[in-house]
């Protein structure tokens, strides 16, 4: 949740929520360079990694979720591809 932003212009008081970074980061439209780089940023050693191969396999399986321009997004294809990609060791190094 944002938090919340204090202004104070001519007397008058104003409350605006500041930006949602986690957000504006999860909503952004992605190359398919870019996701698999914020996809393997960060995540756990457990975990299976992304790579290029197994991103276009997750891409030709569901192509109904590619209909803006081939972008991705990590809210709307990261949680759907860690569930995908382990299911698929044959694609895993």
């Known amino acids: ?24 980061r999860s909503e952004r439209k992605l190359s398919l360079a870019d996701f698999l780089e914020s996809y393997n940023d960060g995540l756990p050693s457990g975990f299976a990694r992304a790579s290029l191969a197994t991103l276009k396999e997750f891409q030709k399986t ?19 591809f860690m569930d995908w990609l382990p299911q698929r060791t044959d694609l895993l190094i």
């Open 1 to 24: 949740m944002g938090r919340l932003i204090c202004h104070v212009s001519y007397g008058i008081i104003a409350f605006m929520r500041a930006p949602d970074i986690n957000k504006e």
């Open 62 to 80: 569901h192509p109904g979720m590619f209909t803006d321009d081939n972008t991705w997004s990590l809210g709307q294809h990261r949680k759907k």
